[in-house]
């Protein structure tokens, strides 16, 4: 593969930092929407399997389609590629913040996870068109790096801290959780975990008559 002819280096310092900014957008967005969970729960509704396919739709379609953004890539030219990736990916991400409907969402997700599909393999295939034999180890390097220490940042900023009401014994369920486990007794684990969120969900409501009907297997 032949590189771009007639860049100085400052030039080909901005194409780096573009690949690695566009593959950064893409990496953070697999994992940082989980901070958004609760609140798209709440405005859009869907329940669990909301939330669920509101990851996951990403992740889908962008883990199953690197292989054909890599083979367009190769058709088209990586350039162009890229440029279509990072225009959809804008365009996909402002659908998804005006999203009227947790469907309306998860589709939009889908379609981010398309555009991240065709912008990750051509940011690669930009670096090594543009950068020489020489250069080229440093260049990967460099971008492998960023995108590792933007994984590091989105992982950690996708583990939002408990929010916990005055009325909500968080750390008793807990321990019930427990309990339950270690006991065996009372139900199945399915019908154990489903007494547990009641308890918990009505504890969050301020009843403080919870314990009293709760099964006894469940108290603490």
């Known amino acids: 593969m032949s590189t771009t002819p007639a860049l100085d280096a400052a030039a080909k310092s901005r194409i780096l930092i573009a690949c690695i900014l566009g593959t950064t957008v893409v990496t953070v967005d697999s994992t940082a929407v989980n901070v958004a969970l609760p ?47 990072v225009g959809g990916f804008g365009v996909t991400s402002l659908l998804c913040a005006i999203a009227p409907t947790i469907g309306t969402l998860v589709a939009a997700r889908a379609l981010q996870g398309v555009c991240g599909a065709l912008l990750t393999p051509a940011a690669l295939a930009v670096i090594v068109r543009t950068f020489t034999e020489a250069e080229r180890g440093r260049a990967v390097g460099q971008w492998t790096a960023w995108g590792g220490r933007s994984l590091s940042s989105a992982e950690c900023s996708s583990r939002p801290a408990p929010s916990r009401n005055a009325s909500t014994p968080v750390p008793g ?26 308890v918990i969900d009505r504890q969050n409501a301020g009843d403080r008559s919870v314990s009293a009907a709760s099964p006894s297997w469940l108290l603490t």
Do not use: K, M
Not at 173 to 192: D, W
């Open 173 to 198: 369920a807990q321990r019930a959780v427990l309990q339950s486990i270690s006991s065996g007794s009372g139900s199945s684990p399915r019908v154990a975990a489903r007494s547990i969120q009641t």
């Open 39 to 85: 609140a798209i729960a709440e405005d859009l509704g869907g329940g669990l399997a909301g939330q669920q396919w509101t990851s996951n739709a990403y992740l889908l379609t962008l883990g199953s389609l690197l292989l054909i953004g890599g083979s367009l890539g190769d058709l088209l030219g990586e350039r162009r590629i890229f440029v279509l990736g």
